[in-house]
């Protein structure tokens, strides 16, 4: 026999059922009180007042259309024209927000319909601190939202402090897009600057930057002067883009500069140039298809992580200069420049870097001393690697491919050491005293992989594999030169040139070796 069973109801149910009543009860009433309907919430203009721009509210003087003069948040409500010799708009206050709410700020005589006239500055909008138009100490200012277009001298000038600029666009201006000399900490977000500048390449064009200015996301397209130039320290550029400049894509006049994933594209001159600055960091910047060099610097400088290409010059060059002190190159790609892929002066480091198709070599390096570790040259029409510092440099753990001269030129006392060449004109050339070539393999070199015949006395080659080259080792006659423990194969001569110098016995057969000092040539 079955049991019925009987079904169970949800306890969340039950409960449901039991409380509702005791709860709607406790509501109230849902009957609307008698009346209109009114505004529970606090207004808008309570929150943050804000007042237009205009002749009543922000009225000029003979030279300036509208003169902000008090704390407060601003803005236009309409496309603003000047007159083109006048200041269209000039904020003298601090706390101090202005946003152009999408419109331009434009030499004209539309937008608002001003009358006024005068022989100010033809700027666009202006925070003076020049004592005898206003009082100076001005900062906390915000400007954002809008175009600032065609003034004959600069479309945003600044000398206060502590301003923010964004989302602005800056074009055809005569002078600067954004000048902020003679401020400080001005910050700069996804600000773009198109068509600025005048004859002087130097000294005009898209932003200049001073006093720890701060840009991100700025470009500068078809400046006719320089794109952006840094000056007064302290400055950091994050993900700003300079193409088509007329001068430099980025002039840095400045000590202590960071520029991170910046990129300087298809300028007349240099794409990043740094004239006696000291301390400047570029990290993940690129720079290609400049008319000059990709960059050029003087300086304690750094690059990490950048790219150097298709520049009709130099990829990076500090030469030309007063001695620079320190330049080191981390990571770096240096591909397809006409001249050097890297002119250096100074105490140089160069790590982990691709250097390819450089027209006449990869590196050419005369300061003072080069460190070379783990880098790699491709397709050099010339000499791939040329140290001729005076001072002792070090080259190592380094791979040279297709070099048309020579695959390494060392100067007075350098190190090469583990070093892997292929396809050379010559493998490594010692032009003067003192080198030690250890541990390296040479092949297919069309003359000699390692050449000494010039001034290389007291060399040391040892412990080396040179294989299918014309000439193994040439040395000059009574250099002092020390050969040892080298393997040579598949060579017309093994070793050139041994009197007066001293050569490990050279030995054909391996079996017959009896000292380790023996040149084998199998």
Known sequence: MMRRTTPRRSLGACVLLITAPTALAQLGSLTPPPGAVTQTMTPLADVEPRTPVGPDTTPGNNAVVFI???????????????????????????????????????????????GATGSGDGRGISFPTDGVQIESGHRNIRVFNG????????????TADDVTLEDLRLEDTTLWGVDTEGSSDARLVNCHATGNGGTNTDLTGGFLLSGGAAAEGCTSTDSVGTAFRI??????????????????GFFVDSSDVRLFDCIATQGDQHGFFALSAADVEYVRCTSTGNTWAGFRSTGSHTWTDCVASNNRTFGIDTDEFD??????????????????????????????????????????????????????????????????????????????????????????????????INNAGRGITATTPGCVIRDCVVVNAQLYAIDCITTGENVVIEGCTLQSNDVGIRLGDNQNALVIANRIRAATSAIVGTTGNRVGNIVADPTLSTSPADNLTQ
């Open 231 to 248: 000056i007064n320290s302290s400055s950091t550029l994050c993900n700003c883009h300079a193409k088509g400049a007329g001068g430099s």
């Open 323 to 420: 001695v620079v002190p320190e330049c080191i190159i981390l990571r770096c790609q240096v591909r397809f420049n006409v001249f050097e892929g890297l002119r250096l002066n100074g105490r140089v480091t160069v790590e982990d870097t691709i250097m390819q198709g450089n027209g006449d070599s990869g590196i050419n390096a005369s300061g003072d001393e080069a460190f070379i570790r783990r880098c790699t040259f491709i397709d050099h029409s010339g000499t791939a690697i040329s140290v001729l510092s005076p001072d002792a440099s070090v080259i190592e753990d380094t791979v040279v491919t297709n070099a048309g001269g020579s695959a390494i030129r060392c100067g007075t006392d350098t190190i090469v050491e583990g070093c892997r």
């Open 68 to 114: 902000i003069d008090r704390p407060g948040s601003f803005y236009l409500t309409q496309t603003l024209g000047a007159p083109s010799n006048d200041v269209a708009i000039r904020i003298s206050a601090s706390d101090v927000t202005l946003d152009l709410n999408g419109f331009t700020v434009r030499p004209s005589t539309g937008g608002f319909p001003i």
């Open 147 to 158: 175009t600032i277009r065609g003034f004959s001298g600069t479309g945003l000038s600044i």
